[in-house]
Each structure stands twice: as structure tokens, then as C-alpha cells.
């Protein structure tokens, strides 16, 4: 497996290197890091090159880094938006994981993999709906999940867990009418962060 | 002269063949599909975002309620993904727990979908007799963990508890009479294993009705064959998985190519179909049922002769033993530590995928070192499958469209998420 993993590592800085702009393995994944210039061009390597072959996408989604590491803001990338990708060559049998940021944090952009694996429509519309990235490309980008007519990014760090609309029934004006939630978010377990090791240092 | 357009049609969200509450804009130019565009959310909880706000262990149950046909493989990819993080061994026993579980599983949501998609198709007896295997598996579900539908029977390092001793019997009723009790009580006499054991050598013989029933029947036949045809490239171009990508012939299967669990020591075989039509897709399925009742077999027979832990003693990532907590003060504070913060899942990221009843089921963690996941991506395997139905149903006649639903198998649980 680990022999697997050198060779896919090995392959991947030969034939893409340049065009990367890092490459981790974590936990036994290989993941690359991507500018969003680049982005296609190496998607298209990816899937084009024999020696790699991965053929399937098998998921993307897109990812928040707004408030990663807590109020420290420990290892917070520099920019807000993230599209990682997963993909898988059946061939080799082995996986990578792609990682790109969007340049703007504030209408974030990306191109869209579409035309290289079909798989990628949905998912671009799933990331889309809940993260509001758009993909430059797509050719039916349009809410997915969410309600027809919904306001606002749902998954998006500052998008509160109880949201900011309620639905109900009112049996005055006999239909059913949205306004501003009744709930206050609250959180029983608070989130917290521990140094690597916390807790076994008698171990 | 009138003029000629096309049908608009509506199908769902309460369609009893929809499979859940899928919204289907169907374009018809007289009965044939010129365009179908699923409209997909209605049941969307948003788990991704609820499960920031949990503590790492109380995620879990959330997965139950993704694909709620196949709860404990969903259970299963959530565990491994915070295991890899963790970098944690679980036990073997606990290995084989899941195997086990893994196939009653995948025995559950192929009955499933075997007896609904026959019920979609007109075939109404072949339900009742899928559903009554299901039930034995229930029953399998319950002892152990007391529930039949959202069992949250793994944890993370393993699972929740041993197999059970002893099975709970049916009591006397109006309806049941000494005799009827001595009957439906005569399998329940042993442990769990010796439940399912009996189990598994009826199943065969079920098995073997629902071919007489449909393999060979013409209605079945003519409903299924050639009917949303999906090449090996294009089933691999939109992402296919499990069934549906073995449907079209495409060898692949992540217990055998990415072994988890304990998939690598048991035996089993992998069926692949040929022309990539629904009948295929469920020939695929049909032969993965009895290949599922093999590997249970062979997870009784290891079970039987191996105990051992079933959950990892690193009582910083698992509950000490309940029967501890009142005797020793260190399991006290660790239990009160578990479930009063958490664990605290070191930084980094993490893709884990099994291999689901309906496809590559993954779960990508990302962590910040807190004691909640960051973000927390399901890779459902119906979402694909389910993009795929505009390409799948264009061309085909509306009742087709009822047989690609069946034979994508999907359930909104996970789509929706």
C-alpha cells in the first residue's frame, strides 16, 4: 500500500509539479493544492494522463475556512473558500484529493469541472446552494437542496444553525407565511480546542 | 391545424414510486420522455451543519438517519473517517461485529429495494416475502441494540456492546396460542448467532423463490430489459458506483479493492453484469444477497470461536464499561469527560469510504483539533446515481421511468442529507 502510495506521489510530481502549488500526504491521502488558475488545466491531467488515470470524480464539495481554529484562528488558510475534490482512478486503484481556493472572499468563483466528468453537475450545484460559489461553465447552475426561493448560503459559517426564517401555518389569512425565526441558537456542549496530546501527558 | 408541444408532467413528491419525496418535471412528447429534471431537498435536514454544532461522538446517530435502509453501513464510514483521524485500531472482534452487520445490512436494503422495485412494476407478492426476511434481520437489529430502525450500534474504536446472549421471545397473547408461541419461539431458543445462523440457512431457499418469481417472468423481463441502458464509460463519467457500475460491467467493488473492516479474511465473490440494463443491475443485486449470506457464515463462524474486546480501551476516545463508573474514580472522570465535552479529534483531514448496499458511501472530516468536527462532507451514493436520471430516462416510455427509479435504489435519506 505505502509502495502504492510513493509511486502515486512519485507520478504526480513528474507529470504535474510544476503546476502545483503543494502537494501533503495526510494520514495516508495525497492531496494537492491547486490556484485556481491552474485548476483546470490540472483536472485535466488528472483524468487525461495514462500513468495517473483518474476517471471518476467521485465527490466534490465545497468548504468555509471562515472560522477554522477557533477565535485563535490557528493554520486558518488565507483565503475563505475551498472546492475539494476526491478522485478515484479504478485502474490504479488509488485516490487524491484536490484542494482550490477561490481568489475573491466575497463572490467567490471557480471554473467548473463539468466537461471533464459529468459527476461534477450536481455537486457544483450542491456547493453552489450551500456556499453561494459560483462555477464559471456550468450549464444549469441553479439551487439544488434548499427551498425554491431561498435566501442566503446555508452552510456558510456565518449562516446561523436555526437559519433566519420560519415557516407556519397562519389560519387568519389561511395560507402559509415566513417570518423572522422565534428561536434563539444556543449551544449546550461549547466548541473548544485542545493542544495535540491533551490529557495523556502521564501517559 | 392544432398546434403540436410538449407534455408538461409533474410526478411527486407523493408518489408512492418516487422512492420518497422526489419531484420529477417529466417533458413528454406523447408518452415518450424528452427531458427529466428531478427537483431534490424536500427532505433536507441540513446533517452537514447540524453535526458542527455535536461533539464528534454524538454525530453518529445522524448517520442512521442518511440512507435509513442501510443505517450501520452509514454508521460504519462515519466511524471510519474519525478513526483514520484518531489513527485508532479497532479490535478484531469489533472488525468482524461490523462485517457482520455490514451484510445483514446490505440483506436489508437490497429486500428492500428488490420488493418495492417489484411493487413499482406490478409485481405485488414478491413485497410480502422480501419483508418477511427483513423482519428476521429486524429482530437481529433489535437484540442487539433495541432498535429495529436507527440502531447507533458502532462507535468510534468499535461498537457499543457484545452480541447477545440470548434472544427476546415472543410473549402469550390473544393471538398466540401455546402452539403458535412453541413455533415462532423455536428459533429464538439460542444466542444471537445461533438466530442468525438459523437465518442464514433459510435464506437460500427464500432467495431461490424470488428467482422463480421474477428472473424468468415475462412482465418482469419486458419491464427490465434494455431499459436505461448505461455504458461502462459513461457509467464511470457520471460517477456510478456499486451496483450500478458493476450493472455495466465495470469490476468494482471496495470490499474487495480497499478492504476494510474485515472484508480481506472473508470470502466472497464479486458478481459484475453485461449489458448494463436494469435487468442486469438486478441480477447484480440478487447474486450480492447471497454473497452477503455467505460472509454473514463466515463472521458467525470466527465469532463463535474468538472473543475479545469489541471497543477500544483508550478510555479518552471511548466510554469506560458502565459497570466501572461507580467503583473508580479515573472511569468517572473519564466517562464525565466523554460525554460532557467529547473527544478531541486531532487537526487534519480525513476521506473514508465502505462500500454501501447502493454504492461508494464516503464521509470527508475535517478537523481543527476541537472537540466537533469543522465540516463534515457525506458522499451519498444515490445523489449521483439520481443526476443521472435525466440521461438514463430520455428516450424511454413513461412507465420506464418507474423502472429506472427501482433500479437506481435510492433513498432520499441520503440525497437529500
Known amino acids: ?203 | 391545424m392544432p398546434e403540436a408541444r410538449n407534455f408538461t408532467l409533474n410526478f411527486g413528491p407523493q408518489h408512492p414510486a418516487a422512492h420518497g419525496v422526489l419531484r420529477l418535471i417529466l417533458e413528454l412528447e406523447g408518452e415518450v420522455v424528452k427531458l427529466a429534471d428531478p427537483h431534490i431537498g424536500l427532505l433536507h435536514r441540513g446533517t452537514e451543519k447540524l453535526v458542527e454544532t455535536r461533539a464528534w461522538a454524538q454525530a453518529l446517530p445522524y448517520m442512521d438517519r442518511l440512507d435509513y435502509v442501510a443505517m450501520m453501513c452509514n454508521e460504519h464510514a462515519y466511524c471510519l473517517a474519525v478513526e483514520k483521524l484518531l489513527g485508532i485500531e479497532v479490535p478484531l472482534r469489533a472488525k468482524y461485529i461490523r462485517t457482520m452487520f455490514d451484510e445483514v445490512t446490505r440483506l436489508l436494503s437490497h429486500l428492500l429495494s428488490l420488493g418495492t422495485h417489484a411493487l413499482d412494476l406490478g409485481a405485488m407478492g414478491i413485497m410480502l416475502y422480501t419483508f418477511r426476511e427483513r423482519e428476521d434481520l429486524m429482530d437481529v437489529y433489535e437484540a442487539v441494540t433495541g432498535a429495529r430502525m436507527h440502531p447507533a450500534y458502532y462507535r468510534i474504536g468499535g461498537v457499543y456492546r457484545d452480541l447477545p446472549d440470548q434472544m427476546s421471545q415472543y410473549q402469550k397473547s390473544p393471538w398466540k396460542n401455546a402452539a403458535t408461541l412453541k413455533k415462532v419461539n423455536k428459533n429464538r431458543q439460542g444466542s444471537l448467532l445461533d438466530y442468525l445462523e438459523d437465518f442464514t440457512e433459510r435464506f437460500p431457499k427464500c432467495h431461490a423463490d424470488y428467482h422463480t418469481l421474477l428472473t424468468d417472468n415475462r412482465i418482469w423481463k419486458q419491464r427490465l430489459v434494455n431499459i436505461g441502458v448505461v455504458s461502462p464509460e459513461r457509467a464511470l463519467q457520471l460517477g456510478f458506483t456499486g451496483a450500478m457500475l458493476r450493472g455495466s460491467g465495470i469490476e468494482w467493488d471496495l470490499r474487495k479493492k480497499q478492504p476494510y473492516a474485515a472484508y480481506d479474511r472473508v470470502d466472497f465473490d464479486v458478481p459484475v453484469g453485461v449489458n448494463g440494463d436494469s435487468y442486469d443491475r438486478y441480477l447484480v443485486r440478487m447474486e450480492e444477497m447471497l454473497q452477503a449470506n455467505r460472509i454473514i457464515r463466515q463472521c458467525i463462524d470466527w465469532l463463535r470461536k474468538n472473543p475479545g474486546p469489541v471497543i477500544s480501551d483508550d478510555y479518552k476516545l471511548a466510554p469506560p464499561p458502565h459497570e466501572t463508573i461507580h467503583s473508580n474514580m479515573e472511569a468517572l472522570i473519564h466517562h464525565f469527560k466523554f460525554f460532557s465535552e467529547g473527544i478531541f479529534v486531532p487537526e487534519g483531514e480525513a476521506y473514508a469510504v465502505v462500500e454501501h448496499p447502493k454504492g461508494e458511501f464516503g464521509i470527508y472530516a475535517i478537523s481543527d483539533g476541537a472537540n466537533k468536527p469543522y465540516r463534515l462532507k457525506i458522499r451519498p451514493p444515490g445523489f449521483t446515481h439520481l443526476a443521472a436520471m435525466d440521461e438514463m430516462a430520455r428516450g424511454h416510455m413513461l412507465a420506464d421511468v418507474v423502472t429506472i427509479i427501482g433500479s437506481q435504489d435510492y433513498v432520499f435519506g441520503d440525497i437529500d442529507r
Request: some cysteine; aromatic content about 10%; glycine content about 6%.
Open chain 1, 1 to 203: 500500500m505505502s509502495a502504492r502510495l510513493e509511486t502515486l506521489k512519485t507520478t504526480l510530481q513528474a507529470r504535474l509539479g510544476s503546476r502545483l502549488i503543494g502537494m501533503d500526504e495526510i494520514l495516508r491521502e495525497v492531496r494537492l493544492e491547486v490556484s485556481a488558475a491552474n485548476y483546470l488545466e490540472v483536472m485535466q491531467a488528472l483524468r487525461d494522463t495514462p500513468e495517473l488515470a483518474f476517471a471518476g470524480l467521485m465527490d466534490l464539495c465545497g468548504v468555509d475556512y471562515a472560522t477554522y481554529g477557533g477565535e485563535k484562528g490557528e493554520n486558518r488558510p488565507a483565503r475563505r473558500f475551498a472546492v475539494v475534490t476526491h478522485l478515484l482512478s479504478i485502474q490504479h486503484n488509488w485516490r487524491v484529493r484536490v484542494r482550490v481556493f477561490a481568489e475573491d472572499d466575497g463572490a467567490p468563483r471557480l471554473p467548473s469541472l463539468f466537461h471533464i466528468w459529468n459527476s461534477a453537475n450536481w455537486y457544483e450545484r450542491e456547493a453552489f446552494d450551500m456556499f453561494g460559489i459560483f462555477f464559471d461553465g456550468h450549464p444549469d447552475l441553479r439551487r439544488i437542496l434548499t427551498d425554491y426561493g431561498f435566501v442566503g448560503h446555508p452552510f456558510r459559517k456565518d449562516f446561523p444553525v436555526c437559519g433566519h426564517l420560519e415557516m407556519r401555518y397562519d389560519p387568519e389569512q389561511k395560507r402559509v407565511v415566513y417570518q423572522p425565526v422565534s428561536i434563539e441558537p444556543r449551544e449546550i456542549t461549547p466548541r473548544i480546542r485542545r493542544e495535540a496530546n491533551w490529557g495523556r501527558e502521564h501517559a
